[in-house]
C-alpha cells in the first residue's frame, strides 16, 4: 500500500485523468465498519428512529444551529458557508465531510487510531452537478442549498460539491484539509442498493441494502467502483473508491508516516498552536535578557 501511495496509484484507478488535490480527495477512517456519512447526518439517524434521515431534516438541524451560533456572537462578518466550515472544524456536527487534499495525511486518520481494528481509505471524485464540481461559500451570504424542497443549487440532492476554503488555522493547513458537501441521495420505496460481493452467495451483483440503511453507507450520492470505467457517471453525486487498512499494517504504515517528508504525527497533524503562547513569551524575555546582559 505504501509503495502504491508513493507512486501515485491513486491517479490510476479510473480511466480518466485524476489528480489528488484537484479532482480526487481522500479520507481515513480508523474503523472501516462505519459509513461515509456527515456529523450532521449521524446526529439526525440517532435521534430518528421511526423513520430515515430526509433533506428537510439536516435543513431544520443546520439553520438551527447556524441561528443560535449567530446569537451567540459567533460568525460576524461572515457568510453562513464560512460559519459553517469553522463549526465543523471545532467539532459542530455540519452536513460537511472533512477530507484531505493527499493520501498521506488522510492515511494518518486511518492508522492513528483503533489498532486492533481494520481502517479504511477512501478516495473520492466529486462530480458537483456536471458542470461545476466546487461551491465557493465565501462568495453567497447563504448558503446555496438553504430553501426549496430541494435546496438553492440545481441537482442539489444527486451533487456532491468540493467546499475549498480559505482558513489561515494551521491544523487545516497541517492535515491539507478541504471540504465535501452535497445532499442526501434520492431513494424511492422498495428502492435497494447492490453491494459487490460473492456472487454465488448473493447472485448477481451481491447482497442489496434496503433503501432506508443506503444513507449510512454514504450520506452523499456516491457511486463506489471495483473496476475501471470509461467515463465517470455523471448521474451520481461523484465517484468513489474504498481501500481496506489492515489492522496489523496500522504500525507500520504510521513509522512510514512518522519517517515521511514533512513528518506526519499526532503532534504535526494537530498542532498545539493554543498551548504555546507562554513558550513565546519565554523565548522573547530571553533573547532580552541575553542583550541586556551583554
Known amino acids: 500500500m505504501w509503495k502504491w501511495i508513493l507512486e501515485e496509484g491513486y491517479c490510476k484507478v479510473a480511466n480518466w485523468h485524476l489528480e489528488g488535490g484537484e479532482n480526487l480527495f481522500f479520507r481515513g477512517q480508523a474503523n472501516s ?8 447526518y449521524r446526529k439526525c439517524r440517532s435521534l430518528l428512529e421511526s423513520r430515515r434521515v430526509e433533506e428537510r431534516d439536516l435543513e431544520l438541524a443546520e439553520s438551527s444551529i447556524m441561528c443560535q451560533m449567530r446569537k451567540q456572537g459567533i460568525g460576524r462578518r461572515m ?9 465543523q472544524h471545532h467539532g459542530t456536527p455540519t452536513r460537511l465531510l472533512d477530507v484531505c487534499g493527499s493520501p498521506f495525511e ?3 486518520f486511518a492508522v492513528n487510531d483503533l489498532h486492533r481494528k481494520d481502517g479504511c481509505l477512501f478516495l473520492i471524485h466529486p462530480h458537483g452537478d456536471g458542470q461545476d464540481n466546487e461551491l465557493r461559500l465565501w462568495e453567497t451570504e447563504n448558503l446555496p442549498w438553504a430553501g426549496g424542497k430541494d435546496g438553492g443549487v440545481e441537482k442539489w440532492t444527486s451533487a456532491v460539491y468540493l467546499t475549498p476554503h480559505k ?11 478541504q471540504f465535501l458537501v452535497g ?3 434520492r431513494v424511492f420505496p422498495g428502492q435497494k442498493m447492490r453491494l ?19 444513507p449510512d453507507i454514504s450520506s452523499l450520492n456516491l457511486n463506489f467502483l471495483r473496476s475501471k470505467i470509461h467515463r465517470p457517471n455523471l448521474s451520481w453525486g461523484g465517484t468513489a473508491w474504498v481501500l481496506l487498512v489492515k489492522a496489523d499494517w496500522k504500525e507500520g504504515l504510521m513509522a512510514r508516516l512518522q519517517a515521511h517528508e514533512p513528518e506526519i504525527s499526532f503532534d504535526t497533524m494537530y498542532p498545539p498552536l493554543g498551548e504555546v503562547s507562554r513558550l ?9 535578557m541575553q542583550n541586556n546582559n551583554h
Do not use: C, K, Y
Open 183 to 185: 445532499g442526501l441521495s
Open 196 to 214: 459487490s460481493g460473492n456472487l454465488s452467495a448473493h447472485g448477481n451483483g451481491g447482497p442489496r441494502v434496503p433503501v432506508e440503511n443506503v
Open 33 to 40: 465498519g462505519f459509513g461515509l456519512t456527515s456529523s450532521l
Open 106 to 108: 488522510s492515511l494518518f
Open 79 to 87: 457568510t453562513d458557508g464560512q460559519l459553517l466550515m469553522v463549526l
Open 167 to 177: 482558513s489561515l488555522d494551521p491544523r487545516m493547513h497541517a492535515q491539507n484539509g
Open 280 to 288: 513565546a513569551d519565554f523565548i522573547v524575555d530571553r533573547i532580552f
